[in-house]
T-cell receptor
Framework: DAGITQSPRHKVTETGTPVTLRCHQTENHRYMYWYRQDPGHGLRLIHY???????DKGEVSDGYSVSRSKTEDFLLTLESATSSQTSVYFC????????????FGPGTRLTVL | DAKTTQPTSMDCAEGRAANLPCNHS???????VYWYRQIHSQGPQYIIH???NNETNEMASLIITEDRKSSTLILPHATLRDTAVYYCIVRVGAAGNKLTFGGGTRVLVKP
């Protein structure tokens, strides 16, 4: 267990509502990532962070924003949820980023109706 | 990024060694080979990584061919809990680097 928690673990929401997912780590690692996983697409990177207030886009960032005001927390926000954002969301952390030894959280299952 | 090719699925017997192949013929000199696995409904789990030397840890061994165009992940004594999708990923070692997960190999360990 790499000391990563995600909240909530399950959420059902309606189209058009804002949603925020939280990733919390106790390891004080510099790098944090948000992925989504969908059948037939594997894991796809949404956003990542390389330090407090330092974030960058991944391959599927449209419709998502992130914030990292503290080392231990990385928030993923869906400003206006759509049904296409129904997915399982995984957070990951990495101690150095260099060797890509990433440790994943348990995931959040989000359903947008 | 170098593309990887893995078998879609494979079975292995409990207690026996499981040998998972991965082809990465376009790998470049600064790219590492990483292996992850994902057990149903859980987050991916890091297993091992290597550049050109064989590597071993408490979970598995990684054998990389001398030309680095292919590798094999070895689970020495497969258990039922090793049933998972195994991903071979090739990526440069660089700060903030992102992982790209392909289709992987679905491994079923049978009693």
């Amino acid at each position: 267990d790499a000391g990563i928690t995600q909240s909530p673990r399950h959420k059902v929401t309606e189209t058009g509502t804002p949603v925020t997912l939280r990733c919390h780590q106790t390891e004080n690692h510099r790098y944090m990532y948000w992925y989504r996983q969908d059948p037939g697409h594997g894991l796809r990177l949404i956003h990542y962070s390389y330090g407090v207030k330092d974030t960058d886009k991944g391959e599927v960032s449209d419709g998502y924003s992130v914030s990292r005001s503290k080392t231990e927390d990385f928030l993923l926000t869906l400003e206006s949820a759509t049904s296409s954002q129904t997915s399982v969301y995984f957070c990951a952390i990495s101690p150095s980023g260099f060797y890509n030894e990433q440790f994943f959280g348990p995931g959040t299952r989000l359903t947008v109706l | 990024d170098a593309k990887t090719t893995q078998p879609t699925s494979m079975d292995c017997a409990e207690g026996r060694a499981a040998n998972l192949p991965c082809n990465h013929s376009t790998i470049s000199g600064n790219e590492y080979v990483y292996w992850y696995r994902q057990i149903h409904s859980q987050g991916p789990q890091y297993i091992i990584h290597g550049l050109k030397n064989n590597e071993t840890n408490e979970m598995a061994s990684l054998i990389i061919t001398e030309d680095r165009k292919s590798s094999t992940l070895i689970l020495p004594h497969a258990t039922l809990r090793d049933t998972a999708v195994y991903y071979c990923i090739v990526r440069v070692g660089a700060a903030g680097n992102k992982l790209t997960f392909g289709g992987g190999t679905r491994v079923l360990v049978k009693p």
